[in-house]
């Protein structure tokens, strides 16, 4: 119970418990199984054909999602931080099997629950029916994120990759926020680290985009019309 009250204000955040104040949290962890497991900086979640039998919420640390290329190389999907779930998409689509590398990119703990279990549970109150609404919402946005990647991955060229990514995020009137950083947008984007610099120069020399830090101007609108 102790070792549930230090995660109680990572869960509150998380997206599978959005809604729930702490004390449903801890009724509902009570019923889903709720298991602690730390791993080393480096370590495998999941490999590629693993059975997933639980969903998993980043507690401290960071998990990256990635594939390997043709040339076996690995191109990051996404990162996770705490407050973040991976599994469920698996869990729920029926088969259960990974379909990529799941790893830690520090020392990290992860909660494992079984939300199966909880929304079969016999009891039908309001905190299922919100882990449902809760769910959906979760599963949209991952389906938008995979889409994303494949519509990226689908481009040859580098600039045509940045610019897929940049209308992908949200924006403040002109302006996005890189949610990453330089090494981690490369690795998503399955390009160079070095290579991208060059682009992302050329187009600013260009007037496509102005760069401060992790500040992106999207300055030509027709560049970046859909």
């Known amino acids: 119970m102790e070792e549930q009250d230090r995660y109680l204000t990572v869960l509150s955040g998380s997206a599978i418990f959005r809604g729930f104040d702490r004390a449903a949290i801890g009724r509902a962890l009570e019923e889903m199984d709720a298991r602690y497991v730390d ?13 997933v039998k639980a969903s998993g919420i980043v507690l401290e640390g960071e998990v990256i999602v990635q594939d390997m290329d043709d040339g076996g190389e690995s191109v990051s999907i996404t990162r996770l931080r705490p407050g973040d779930e991976f599994g469920a998409f698996m869990v729920f689509s029926g088969n259960g099997i990974s379909p990529m590398w799941v790893c830690t990119a520090a020392r990290t703990r992860v909660l494992f629950i079984d939300i199966q279990r909880y929304l079969r549970s016999q009891a039908r109150d309001a905190d299922h029916w919100r882990m449902r609404d809760n769910l959906l919402d979760h599963f949209a946005g991952k389906c938008a994120m995979y889409y994303r990647q494949a519509c990226i991955y689908g481009r040859r060229r580098i600039r045509a990759r940045v610019r897929i990514y940049l209308m992908s995020l949200p924006r403040t009137g002109d302006e996005v926020t890189l949610p990453v950083n330089r090494t981690e947008l490369a690795a998503s984007l399955g390009v160079d680290r070095a290579a991208l610099a060059r682009e992302l120069a050329r187009m600013r020399d260009e007037g496509l985009i102005a760069v401060n830090r992790r500040r992106v101007c999207l300055l030509d609108k027709d560049f970046f019309r859909l």
Do not use: F, S, V
Request: aromatic letters at 16%.
């Open 39 to 51: 791993y080393d900086r480096g370590a495998t979640i999941y490999r590629p054909q693993d059975a």
